[in-house]
């Protein structure tokens, strides 16, 4: 059955404009390192739109930011993510007739994602125009063995003829980056941004060397081709491109197979990258395809088991949320100098930055899973941290570290200060990050490192952006995560936020004064016993709106003010709002993008009573949108909270088909990270109720009623735990590690090998 549910594939393809781009991004290769787009490897006829990229996480180059008024603090430049060269490319000619998709009779049509060999193939049997009939597969691979390496293995079979081959594959160094000046998720201007520096050829392999233009940063690509039989061959340069001719023949009944070996070298980690790539490319070519598949297959399987989660009696759904556990491990940054993009590696939407999305809804899942990636995720935020101390300084803040809004290698690229840097929130994610990662590994050495120092530079911004009014601290003039209301007084998810924050900042210092460790960080920072008061002091003061009338938290100050949206009465086609209406039209509305309180009802469920919770949940579920990919599965884990299984299990749906089925309409531009951890969260965290506290695993379990049982492991501590449940019972299974101390529904247990209850 697992098997089964790692394969995604879609037959008889549609040759739509519009689906070819989805299908860009659905079937796209990716390892955390490099993300390859799912162009058919011979293009589409003239006038098709297409996005065909190649991305290396986190390269970049710095872009003009065109402010309409120039005002001190302004985002003038950003940073964004590059399309490096084109090595797709590849043109078959049999007995002199072209190869396409849209010429001849396709006569059967196939594509899949193989999430178990960690593989993606089209396979084609053709129809020339003078009757020659071939059949064509065409595999790919990014590779988790070797993160450099790019694959394409092209096989060609005839099924009634016999004749000649010929191959033309190409390297392609002058690309240009996507643009759509309609849509504010993507890049405005087409631009290109690296620029030629070199171009060689050794041993029969082609390489170029390219430069952006105001980064600073350098890339080189390798391409190298293999043929299964004799044959002639020949590469020439052209520019700052390679083209290759390779010529064969082929009898009826043969297959011929060219492989085409693609690696990625970049200056960020390496000094020359040229060098780099040429001893990636000697790498590669020691080992067979073959046992390069192997490899990736053997990643895979441990990764499925660490992340192991089934669903027994919907097959559709579970393979549904495998796809999307399976985007997350192809998205994930694998080292400290990059994170995990809003649209990972599959496409150019919101230009390759990063956001808060990392922390809330994607490090939760490898908290549970492969924790070593979290420490990877932290360590990049850690790594920007200066950068975070500058754009407090920028803001007007003479302590502490504000995090941009979004960003590439740390400086603040949003543009639009009202729905971006006023975010403040980001703050209080990220230090919830490192809390939730020690809380599940309670790995002291690593806060010792670079945690604490996290925890207390953004726990002194709240003290310097926020004030004491008629006795309790306040927050002003800052956005939630409802980026349909900008610019609030005391938002309650970012007020719960940074007292979370202020409260670990003294945990953290205490815990660490305890075990005699604090004094390197203390030291390096000057921090203060006198500031760890002031934190706790902020804390216990922190104002949470309430309403006393409604029982609710109010999402700010003057939200309940505002006249209510008439969501009933506003045209489908005028979704998503942010397209189709003024910002301050939206601001004077009672109106969510996304869940706000919710998600701090969620993250944050001790700050308030089971009652306020519902009632809140209740309120501003008539009033939101869900137009962000980050909502539906917040809404959904909050169902299952208040017992509301049915309600959670739609929310669930949504948010599990969001990209497969194009349900936000843009998925041509990427898939959505977040919601892809969101959905996964939807189960753990919702269906299964597990919160990780200071005293040990909590769960309340519950199941849809169109499920039988559902099945996963996770993570805790030194321990593997597996967890089966059902309508009858929920069981518990010590695989490894010691004895733990679980909450259950309330009760107290202790899971030495396997409890029921």
């Not at 009757?131 to 060609?156: C, D, H, P």
């Not at 919710?598 to 579920?621: G, K, M, P, W």
Request: charged residues 25%.
């Amino acid at each position: 059955m697992r098997s089964k549910q790692l394969v995604y594939e879609v037959e008889n393809l549609s040759m739509d404009n519009n689906d070819l781009m989805v299908n860009e991004t659905v079937f796209h290769n990716a390892n955390g390192y490099i993300g390859i787009r799912s162009d058919f490897e011979e293009g589409y006829p003239e006038g098709y739109d297409s996005i065909r990229g190649s991305y290396i996480n986190g390269f970049y180059d710095i872009a003009e930011m065109k402010q309409a008024e120039k005002l001190y603090g302004l985002v003038e430049e950003k940073q964004t993510m590059l399309n490096i060269a084109d090595t797709q490319s590849i043109f078959l000619k049999i007995n002199g007739k072209r190869f396409s998709m849209f010429d001849g009779t396709v006569l059967h049509s196939r594509r899949w994602l193989d999430m178990e060999q960690g593989i993606t193939g089209r396979s084609v049997v053709w129809r020339a125009p003078n009757g020659n009939e071939a059949e064509i597969v065409i595999k790919r691979m990014t590779s988790f063995y070797q993160l450099s390496l790019f694959t394409i293995e092209y096989a060609v079979k005839a099924l009634n003829f016999s004749g000649a081959l010929e191959f033309e594959s190409l390297h392609a160094g002058e690309v240009k980056n996507y643009s759509n000046s309609n849509d504010p998720r993507i890049a405005r201007d087409s631009a290109r941004y690296l620029m030629a520096e070199k171009a060689c050829i050794q041993e029969e392999a082609s390489y170029l060397v390219s430069h952006t233009v105001r980064s600073g940063l350098s890339v080189c690509t390798g391409v190298k081709h293999i043929l299964s039989k004799s044959c002639s061959f020949k590469t020439q340069l052209e520019g700052h491109s390679a083209k290759t001719i390779i010529r064969a023949s082929i009898e009826e009944g043969e297959t011929v197979t060219l492989t085409k070996f693609t690696v990625f070298s970049d200056s960020i980690r390496c000094k020359d990258c040229l060098q780099g790539a040429m001893e990636e490319m000697e790498k590669a070519l020691k080992l067979s395809l073959p046992v390069l598949y192997q490899y990736q297959k053997e990643y895979l399987k441990e990764y499925w088991d660490h992340c192991f989660l089934e669903i027994e009696g919907d097959d559709d759904l579970t393979a549904a949320v495998n796809y999307n556990m399976y985007q997350l491990i192809q998205s994930v940054g694998k080292d400290e100098y990059c994170n995990i993009a809003a649209k990972g590696l599959s496409g150019e939407g919101y230009e390759g930055h990063y956001f808060w999305d990392t922390e809330m809804y994607i490090q939760p899942f490898f908290n549970l899973t492969e924790p070593g990636i979290t420490k990877n995720l932290i360590s990049f935020r850690y790594r920007t941290l200066e950068k975070a101390r500058e754009n407090a300084r920028i803001l007007g803040h003479r302590k502490g570290a504000l995090y941009p809004w979004r960003t590439i290698m740390g400086t603040e690229c949003s543009g639009y200060y009202p729905s971006g840097s006023a975010g403040y929130h980001i703050n209080g994610d990220i230090a919830y990050s490192v809390v939730a990662y020690y809380l599940s590994t309670k790995d002291i050495e690593f806060i010792v490192e670079k945690g604490a120092e996290i925890l207390f530079e953004t726990a002194r911004l709240w003290m310097d952006v926020g004030n004491y009014y008629n006795g309790s601290f306040r927050i002003n003039c800052v956005t939630g995560p409802d980026e349909y209301t900008c610019m609030v007084n005391n938002n309650y998810y970012t007020n719960v936020c940074a007292q979370y924050n202020l409260n670990w900042a003294v945990k953290f210092y205490r815990l660490l004064k305890e075990k005699k460790k604090l004094s390197p960080v203390a030291e390096k920072i000057h921090l203060t016993e006198e500031e760890i008061k002031e934190f706790d002091q902020a804390a216990k003061n922190m104002y949470l709106p309430y309403d006393e009338k409604l029982k609710i938290n109010p999402q700010d100050d003057s939200f309940l003010q505002k006249k209510v949206w008439d969501l009933e009465h506003t045209p489908q086609e005028k979704f998503p709002l942010l397209l189709h209406y003024h910002p301050l039209h939206l601001y004077r509305y009672q109106v969510c993008k996304q869940a706000d309180t919710v998600l701090a009802h969620f993250i944050f469920e001790d700050a308030q009573s089971l009652e306020t919770i519902r009632n809140s949940f209740d309120y501003y579920e008539k009033i939101t949108t869900h137009d962000s990919s980050l909502s539906t599965c917040i809404f959904s884990i909050v169902a299952s909270k208040l017992g509301r299984t049915e309600k959670a299990y739609e929310y669930f749906g949504d948010s599990a088909k969001l990209d497969l089925f194009n349900t936000h309409k843009n998925t041509k531009d990427g898939i959505h990270t977040a919601n892809m951890g969101g959905n996964y969260m939807a189960i753990i965290y919702g269906f299964a109720g597990l919160r990780i506290k200071e005293d040990g695993l909590h769960f309340a379990p519950s199941i849809p009623k169109q499920w039988k049982e559902y099945r996963f492991k996770i993570n805790y501590e030194d321990s593997q735990i597996f967890v089966e449940i059902n309508s009858e019972e929920s069981k518990f299974s010590l695989l490894k590690g010691s004895p733990k101390q679980v909450v259950i529904r309330g009760k107290r247990y202790e899971l030495k090998d396997t409890l029921v209850v």
